[in-house]
DNA sequence: CCGTACCTTAACGAAATCTTTACACCGGCG
DNA sequence: CGCCGGTGTAAAGATTTCGTTAAGGTACGG
């Protein structure tokens, strides 16, 4: 990431834009903008921003093109601006693969805030940070190595089963939505398919619980999804 | 926010608006004053105050058209002022955005302090420290994680409860009115089921609270919502 | 061609959650 | 005093979601 940081705004209206950009050169970010959706990715290609803000609602095409057509080649983040309450927006945005959505009118402190997590994960992913290795009291995963232990022992899981940890473990402590691990295990295009996940998270606990039954580490967020707890 | 921080009154009586503008400026609080909707909403633009005090019942527009205006493009703290006994009134201005509401005759000294608390909340938005983590003094909400600790202990909260508290909590310290939180939670279609929320606001006190029956951060505003108060 | 490992899919009982109903409580008011 | 609206509590279904198992199906190496 260059430092400081490039971002690119596409966004039609134009209060808002100025209001953007004001508020992201006081935080000493570089700003890009673009009004369009074709401009948008015009101005992705020219510049390779390190993060890429944008409206849903654009006068040409909609916002959700622009996001395919940059994960077809990059994983720039992503930050979803939108009118409040459009849920099957939010749903759909996030499912092409967008990082992160925000309501308008939005608190432009919160926005900061995000774009600094997004920012700094992107870089903690750039060096490789997250081929780390997890530990907890009973289980090790090594990341890099692909090799999981429990209780010192080796435990070999299949190439499903060990993404799904993997995905587990990169929001260890935290809840991880069905609609997020099947994304990340399967793809976008399996997103509905929760049956997947009762069947591996059965097979994860029969290899690293003690008693599968009484699961300690794997747990079942009903309606909602799973979470790794750590100790 | 500039310090120290600006306020706008509305309000059409003289001898009210002159006892805010006494009080206020004691307070060393900067104030502007508008006697009418309209001069209101210019003052809001020329000004851009960090909160708006807002009589319900001016001459010229009613102030709900106000709330509306200042709501499409900003999220400045709005404490309405009304006559006693126009409840609906109260509700209305609330469903439209308002932050809290101060029935008239008042009391200073309670005004100044959800004065007070408004800012500080607003201050806090703005540097960005919300959007991540709640923290009161006895629970924390990791709302990114969906996560929540009462006394250090972990609670398990149910898909519903959750989204309750997180309306709360997104919310914090302010009214939220009935409807606002069934249309959030249970949708649209559902903003009459008032019973739903006593159900399970019930629920939320049983696991937030020492002693459920007599709760100290979900505090019930009849007739008008529910409010979470930071410990 | 066969065996092995793995993935997908369906079926079904179990568990968790949501909805709905019933009733107790409280304060204000005729 | 009884009535009433708004509120809080408890519990019984109804409904949704989970976990488990097992039966194909596919890919790959020997």
């Given at each position: 990431m260059r430092n400081p940081a490039e971002i690119l705004i596409v966004e039609d209206d134009a209060p808002i834009r100025k209001f953007l950009r004001a508020s992201l050169s006081a935080?000493?970010?570089?700003?890009?903008e673009a009004m369009t959706a074709s401009e948008g990715m015009a101005q992705w290609l020219?510049?390779?921003?390190?993060?890429?803000?944008?409206?849903?609602?654009?006068?040409?095409q909609d916002g959700f093109t622009v996001i395919r057509q940059i994960r077809q080649t990059a994983l720039t983040p992503i930050i979803v601006l939108s009118a409040r309450g459009r849920e099957k927006d939010k749903v759909e945005a996030l499912d092409l693969g967008?990082?992160?959505?925000?309501?308008?009118?939005?608190?432009?402190?919160e926005l900061l805030a995000r774009i600094r997590a997004l920012l700094r994960r992107a870089a903690r992913i750039r060096e490789g940070v997250d081929g780390a290795t997890f530990r907890a009291t009973e289980i090790e995963v090594d990341l890099a190595g692909r090799v999981v232990r429990v209780r010192g022992e080796e435990v070999h899981l299949t190439p499903i089963e060990f993404r799904l940890l993997?995905?587990?473990v990169r929001h260890a402590g935290k809840v991880v939505t069905?609609?997020?691990?099947?994304?990340?295990v399967w793809?976008?295009?399996h997103s509905e398919q929760a049956q997947y996940l009762r069947v591996y998270m059965g097979q994860?606990?029969?290899k690293l619980e003690r008693d599968s039954a009484r699961p300690r580490f794997l747990i079942?967020?009903?309606?909602?999804?799973?979470?790794?707890?750590?100790g």
């Open positions: 935080e000493d970010y570089r700003v890009h020219a510049r390779q921003p390190d993060l890429v803000l944008l409206d849903l609602g654009l006068p040409d967008a990082d992160d959505f925000v309501a308008k009118p939005f608190a432009i402190g993997q995905a587990l069905h609609r997020q691990l099947l994304v990340d793809g976008p295009q994860l606990r029969r079942t967020e009903p309606g909602v999804g799973y979470r790794l707890v750590e």
